[in-house]
């Protein structure tokens, strides 16, 4: 049987947030999209999470390697606000090289390795990893102890195994770096069939997967009006990203409508990736993406320029610059992300400081594993009574993406008096820092039990 949430007006926080009774009931909610929050929260906690980053280890890559590896206490600290502490995490990290098709390319392809990396997992040799592990396994044990694969500091470590340097492929091939990363065996059990997936890509250009055989590696020597032009990563531009209105990619001017280009001759696809990741889960809402890119304008707007080392071949324009360094828009990661809403993270790796990016990765994380923060400020749809007076939603929901799915609505606790189940918001500060007021939803079922694979779907008319 399929039950419908009908949104009603109903005032549930305690203490100061919220107190008093609504005056009336609000029947239909017709919101602005981006002045509703929606969470879609398991009832049931999954603490099974396998994390790869992917970062890119060309040449301008130093400066954001070093601010990712600062900052990744603050991702660490999110995640430990997760019920029962820092979840069973495995964390690993991949490069974006995969090589350039055998094609000698300095940073690229070698002879003893063709495929650069290959999609291996990287230690950097760090000396805090036992045992020749590959990755992090960081798991609580039932007598409350963490058995860890590694000793000293989770931060310090990390630091070390994720500056891979910056002597690696200027082709950054970020999607195909993680494909291979997350192939059946590739790397031991890193990816469990129970864990959520995380993927964070750490990168200043767009990616450039190439085809196999290295066909858009030729020419060396080629011009502006040779077939593949230059061999620069304007390459990468032409053949993998397609404009409106575009019949000749390498003339200098804005375009605008810049998409990820299919069926090219020498670049992949970028949905054959996404199909990829979506079939290692039953459940797409077990994935969570990230990207810390240049930045996509919403027209996804690209300039194309005189190439600052040869002011007769085109490059593309800088997405934004900072005293790091310049990144260029990630159109095809972007569409990755894309993929995956309400499970997904982009932010600018121009930020000086990436304090702001990893807490929000780790708030995408945390939502996803089962978080009640209501992480955006609560509309007051009745200013004449006191305290805030919430319109929310809230309902229990199985089978939520197929047919089969039901919805069974949940009273707010202040206009049922309080006869489980129902809803209500509180103040959770150790969870909730971030969220304004701290604010978190909790649910009285009285003790009664759900089935497994339900999620509780909140939608909140916001400010």
């Not at 926080?13 to 009774?21: I, K, M, W």
């Not at 230690?123 to 990893?129: D, I, K, S, Y």
């Not at 609505?409 to 049922?416: E, K, V």
Request: glycine letters at 10%; aromatic letters at 6%.
């Amino acid at each position: 049987m399929r039950r419908f949430v009908i949104p009603t007006l109903a005032a549930a926080l305690t203490g100061s947030l919220l107190t008093g009774c609504p005056d009336r009931s609000l029947s239909k909610v017709e919101p602005i999209q981006d002045h509703v929050h929606k969470a879609s929260i398991p009832v049931n906690l999954n603490r099974n999470i396998d994390i790869l980053f992917v970062v890119d280890n060309s040449g301008s890559m130093a400066a954001e390697q070093a601010s990712l590896t600062a900052n990744f206490p603050e991702f660490i600290n999110v995640l430990s606000t997760i019920p029962g502490g820092l979840p069973d995490v495995h964390i690993g990290v991949v490069s974006t090289n995969v090589g350039s098709g055998g094609v000698a390319i300095g940073g690229c392809s070698t002879a003893t390795r063709p495929q650069g990396d290959d999609g291996n997992l990287q230690t950097n040799m760090c000396a805090g990893l036992l045992n020749g592990a590959q990755y992090v396994s960081d798991i609580k044990l039932a007598s409350g102890m963490r058995d860890q694969n590694y000793s000293g500091d989770l931060g310090t470590l990390f630091g070390c195994m994720a500056r891979l340097g910056i002597s690696g492929c200027g082709f950054e091939a970020p999607l195909e770096s993680m494909y291979r990363a997350l192939q059946p065996g590739k790397n031991g059990d890193f990816i469990r069939d129970d864990a959520y997936l995380a993927i964070i890509f750490l990168g200043d250009e767009d990616d450039c997967s190439a085809k196999e055989g290295g066909g858009i590696f030729g020419d060396p020597t080629g011009s502006t009006t040779s077939p593949l032009g230059p061999r620069t990563s304007f390459r990468c531009h032409e053949f993998g990203i397609e404009c409106d209105n575009d019949p000749n990619p390498r003339s200098f001017g804005t375009r605008t409508g810049c998409q990820p280009r299919n069926n090219s001759q020498y670049i992949k696809d970028v949905q054959p990736y996404i199909d990829y990741v979506k079939s290692l889960k039953s459940d797409t809402k077990n994935i969570i993406v990230a990207g810390i890119i240049g930045n996509v304008t919403e027209a996804h707007t690209v300039d194309i320029i005189p190439d600052t080392d040869d002011d007769t071949r085109p490059m593309v324009g800088p997405a934004c610059t900072s005293a790091s360094g310049t990144a260029f828009p990630g159109f095809r990661i972007q569409a990755f992300l894309d993929a995956f809403p309400e499970r997904n993270f982009t932010t600018t790796i121009c930020n000086e400081n990436l304090t702001g990016a990893m807490t929000e990765i780790g708030e995408i994380i945390k939502i996803a594993v089962g978080s009640p923060c209501i992480d955006r400020a609560i509309s007051d749809r009745n200013p004449n009574l006191e305290g805030v007076q919430a319109e929310c939603s809230v309902a229990d929901v199985t089978n939520p993406d197929s047919e089969e799915r039901t919805e069974d609505i949940i009273a707010a606790c202040d206009s049922n008096g309080n006869q489980p189940p129902c809803w209500r918001f509180i103040s959770d500060p150790v969870q909730c820092e971030n969220a304004p007021d701290n604010r978190a939803i909790d649910v009285n079922r009285g003790g009664a039990s759900v089935p497994l694979g339900t999620f509780l779907e909140v939608q909140c008319v916001t400010e």
